[in-house]
């Protein structure tokens, strides 16, 4: 078994290379078959958020998986190098489990991640990729996560992207309640954005969706109005505060539809948030005058204020981690010994097999039982120790007296002394 975790994510990359090695949802599938059953990995879990792509996997060939990385994305794997992580074992471990607990996140201590985590797990196990050491690593890594919210309430109090755009919106205008809201999307992130709008009571409030029904379920719970996003050129003028979070591909909001918007709006400011990698509105759109546009990267700042109030418990969830790692690296060592132990027990079932059937038949002739069960013990008596004492008489000096006290131990020879 070989553990590797392959990865860029906010603290080794800008959301402008994120965004191009983000796995889409609707090719997520595809791209784990494409992997494993290229015979590149054994197992593989790809997970891919707005502040992270990240790929667990069991394999003997890493540069073959990263290479794979950048050549599914069609960029040039010198791009990615600088930016790319690659984590055996004892690291890939102790990364899952921190990622997991919201220890490696933008938002320290955030739960989202979690979710997320699992989410990828089963698509993966969907797509058919999962095996005996991703289960093992995943069962392991939710129950560390579980361990280290209870015991630190790490997620006590944090502030979340959503949260930190409302932050960000209130230092461009006076009052939320005066001005109009426009969300783009309406994925978990949009709705946790709605959450901390809405209870500033905007003036107005809209999601634009392309499944026009989901926008409308967001706005039965959170008020405000929905339309479909081909509505989005006649309507963008019309709003002050726009938060984007699609799983779009390709940006839904261009510098030629900013700049009519602004033209309408006879250049009063608009404040945009995008939260999408990758990105939703084309990063030119910043450069217009009156524009303040956020990406999930600008957000950090915001968020790294209440980071100092959760240090004190990084310490002790690290303390949890630890031992977690070393239970699971104890785990995977173990699992090294599972062929030897497969075959011995092969070659115990044969000599087993061989001797049942010899003694079969000499009940089949009349024979005495008792004597026949007799010879069948002495028979797989012989059989089962001839192996270790011929290696025995076969070994000389120092190898022999070290076999010998193998044996005793494998045996037991001493254990009542």
């Known amino acids: 078994m070989q553990l590797f975790t392959f990865g860029v994510n906010h603290h080794t990359a800008p959301v402008s290379i994120r965004e191009r090695v983000a796995f889409p949802p609707d090719v997520l599938e595809r791209a784990l078959h494409n992997l494993t059953r290229e015979g590149l990995a054994s197992e593989a879990v790809i997970l891919s958020t707005c502040n992270r792509t990240e790929i667990y996997c069991n394999t003997h060939t890493p540069e073959a998986v990263a290479d794979w990385l950048a050549d599914f994305h069609k960029i040039d794997r010198r791009e990615v190098n600088p930016y790319l992580t690659i984590m055996p074992n004892t690291d890939a471990v102790r990364h899952a489990f921190r990622v997991a607990s919201g220890l490696d996140s933008m938002v320290l201590g955030e739960t989202q991640i979690l979710g997320q985590l699992k989410q990828a797990v089963d698509r993966a196990q969907t797509a058919g990729s999962v095996g005996t050491l991703l289960s093992k690593l995943f069962q392991r890594t939710f129950a560390v996560a579980k361990d280290v919210r209870t015991a630190t309430e790490i997620g006590a109090n944090t502030v979340s992207m959503s949260a930190a755009a409302v932050s960000l919106a209130e230092r461009i205008f006076p009052s939320i309640a005066e001005q109009s809201v426009l969300l783009i999307g309406a994925g978990e992130m949009i709705e946790l954005v709605a959450t901390h709008f809405a209870a500033r009571n905007p003036r107005r409030m809209m999601v634009i969706n392309r499944t026009v029904e989901r926008a409308h379920e967001l706005c039965d719970r959170f008020g405000g109005e929905a339309a479909a996003l081909t509505q989005l050129p006649e309507l963008l003028h019309e709003f002050d505060i726009i938060v984007t979070s699609t799983a779009s591909p390709l940006p839904i909001l261009g510098l030629g539809l900013a700049e009519r918007a ?102 089949a002739h009349g024979e005495d039982p008792a004597q026949v069960l007799e010879a069948l013990s002495k028979a797989l008596t012989n059989k089962f120790l001839h192996d270790p004492t011929h290696a025995l008489n076969l070994a000389q000096g120092a190898e022999r007296e070290q076999l010998a006290q193998q044996i005793e131990r494998l045996y037991n020879l001493h254990g009542d002394r």
Not at 297 to 317: N, Q, S, T, W, Y
């Open 262 to 363: 602004l033209k309408a709006r006879r250049h009063r400011p608009m404040f945009m948030v995008d939260l999408a990698v990758p990105r939703d509105i084309e990063a030119e759109v910043g450069d217009l005058s009156d524009v303040y546009l956020y990406t999930v990267d600008d957000l950090g700042e915001v968020i790294r204020a209440g980071h100092d109030a959760r240090r004190a418990k990084v310490e002790e969830a690290e303390a949890i981690i630890a031992t977690h790692v070393s239970e699971f690296l104890h785990w995977m060592d173990s699992r090294r010994a599972v062929p030897t132990v497969r075959a011995l027990r092969d070659h115990g079932e044969r000599l087993r097999r061989h001797e049942l059937e010899k003694a079969l038949k000499h009940l």
